[in-house]
């Protein structure tokens, strides 16, 4: 179980670490923290952070790559991720979101603005566990856990980040509905953060990637000039 206070700081930079530190426990937060992006997987696997803030450039290994292992890894893949970075550029948002990361700041950044974010995903990832202990979704060859957190295509267990495990779970609860990129991020995304409309692509993208779902019509279908839908025709392929 991840604690929720708890916050695993990676960031190199001694000033921005200061300034978080003394931030995230003035708000209640418990703060832990490194400035070696190779110890940033371990810490995580160990402590159990509710959240990882986690800086773009780290010494040794880059945000990106750290995202990546996190999100591959059984004890961490749960961890939500904000990626903190100096450039604001577009290029480098899609690589953090495809990396796995929830949610992405761009330095300088105010601390309030920060603090949430930071809560507005801990919101978002809470309301999991909350779910009565025997819910569960099947369509088509899908199936989901939502007290586990656990998601199956064709009896096979799927890796899914959190932005993932909601959308997935949104198809499955409206199967066969088509939703566009708006409506999808009315219903998945947090209402208080400004999120880009083609960062529902992204997420898209990885979702299919975790099915697998790489079948022409597959089973999150695109639906031209309209949006996408669960295909649950879709006999669950190979
Ligand atoms: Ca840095």
């Known amino acids: 179980m991840t604690d929720p206070r708890k916050i695993l700081l990676a960031e190199d930079e001694p000033a921005i670490v200061e300034l978080l530190r003394y931030n995230l ?4 937060f418990e703060v832990i923290s490194t400035g070696d992006g190779r110890m940033v997987c371990d810490l995580a696997r160990g ?14 290994l880059s945000g990106a790559e750290i995202c990546e292992r996190l999100r591959d890894a059984h004890e961490t893949r749960n961890i939500p991720v904000i990626m903190v970075t100096a450039r604001g550029e577009e290029q480098d948002k899609i690589t953090a979101l495809n990396a796995g990361a929830d949610d992405y700041v761009t330095k300088p950044f105010s ?18 566990p909350q779910l009565p202990a025997t819910r569960a979704l099947v369509a088509g060859p899908l199936a989901m856990d939502l007290a586990q957190r656990r ?20 198809f499955m609860e409206h199967p066969g509905e088509v939703y566009s990129r708006e409506q999808l991020l009315d219903s998945v995304w947090e209402k208080d953060v400004y999120v880009e ?14 099915l697998n779902d790489e079948g022409d019509p597959g089973l999150i279908r ?12 879709h006999e669950g392929g190979a």
């Open 47 to 60: 402590q159990q952070p509710g959240l990882i803030l986690l800086d773009w450039m780290l010494p040794n």
């Open 197 to 210: 409309l083609r960062t529902v692509d992204v997420h898209i993208r990885r979702l299919r990637k975790a």
């Open 111 to 128: 601390p309030p603005e920060l603090l949430a974010r930071i809560r507005a995903v801990l919101r978002r990832t809470a309301a999991l």
């Open 222 to 233: 695109t639906v031209r000039s309209a949006g996408y839908a669960l295909n649950v025709a």
């Open 25 to 28: 426990a003035s708000a209640g």
């Open 151 to 170: 998601a199956s295509n064709a009896g096979a267990e799927v890796r899914l980040g959190p932005t993932e495990f909601r959308l997935l779970k949104h």
